[in-house]
T-cell receptor, first 111, second 114 residues
Framework: RKEVEQDPGPFNVPEGATVAFNCTYSNSASQSFFWYRQDCRKEPKLLMSVYSSGNEDGRFTAQLNRASQYISLLIRDSKLSDSATYLCVVNNLGGRRALTFGSGTRLQVQP | SAVISQKPSRDICQRGTSLTIQCQVDSQVTMMFWYRQQPGQSLTLIATANQGSEATYESGFVIDKFPISRPNLTFSTLTVSNMSPEDSSIYLC???????????FGPGTRLTVT
């Protein structure tokens, strides 16, 4: 079983749609959780950290369910510029603070 | 956040040779890491670059193949030694500051081995 699992997609959605991505992680001792965005041939960029209480940043909402070891990302009112690969990322290496990346979910927003 | 640069941005190398990739940060950072992203894959951690001591390597990566230096808090190098076509990949450095698990990535070095 992979340490971080994501649906690879692609998700093809029209502009203005709401889309949700899910991610599961295997290590119950994981401490920190993130969503990164990666555009084609670019480096990953931090989109948002994910907290147990859930957090929102504009059109983006992230949720964490520790009991189910599940992370989600909701994007409302999708824009063409949201087209990218979204990486679910977990710190599960304790004090070493290194990250484990999911394989990513590709989103294509269409006009 | 810190500005991170990598050199070279890309290179094409012959098998059996070595390439050293540089990562420079515009401010002092606590942690520096090296990742590999093979074609169509996600990122895999190679090692944590420790200032003033040997790097900490992940399973499947060894110092003889991927020697790493970190002479100070703003600079690190990764060498890919005795390259084979299987080493063709994007190599990325990342940084994290004290007290934070958030990491920020350099633009990457795209390596092709022929």
């Amino acid at each position: 079983r992979k340490e971080v699992e994501q649906d690879p997609g692609p998700f093809n959605v029209p502009e203005g749609a709401t889309v949700a991505f899910n991610c599961t992680y295997s290590n119950s001792a994981s401490q920190s959780f993130f969503w990164y965005r990666q555009d084609c041939r670019k480096e990953p960029k931090l989109l948002m950290s994910v907290y147990s209480s859930g957090n929102e940043d504009g059109r983006f909402t992230a949720q964490l369910n520790r009991a189910s070891q599940y992370i989600s990302l909701l994007i409302r009112d999708s824009k063409l510029s949201d087209s990218a690969t979204y990486l679910c990322v977990v710190n599960n290496l304790g004090g070493r603070r290194a990250l484990t990346f999911g394989s990513g979910t590709r989103l294509q927003v269409q006009p | 956040s810190a500005v991170i640069s990598q050199k070279p941005s890309r290179d094409i190398c012959q098998r059996g040779t070595s390439l050293t990739i540089q990562c420079q940060v515009d401010s002092q950072v606590t942690m520096m890491f090296w990742y590999r992203q093979q074609p169509g894959q996600s990122l895999t951690l190679i090692a944590t670059a420790n200032q003033g001591s040997e790097a900490t390597y992940e399973s499947g990566f060894v110092i003889d193949k991927f020697p790493i230096s970190r002479p100070n808090l703003t600079f690190s190098t990764l060498t890919v030694s005795n390259m084979s076509p299987e080493d063709s990949s994007i190599y990325l450095c990342s940084v994290a500051t004290s007290g934070s698990y958030e990491q920020y990535f350099g633009p990457g070095t795209r390596l092709t081995v022929t």
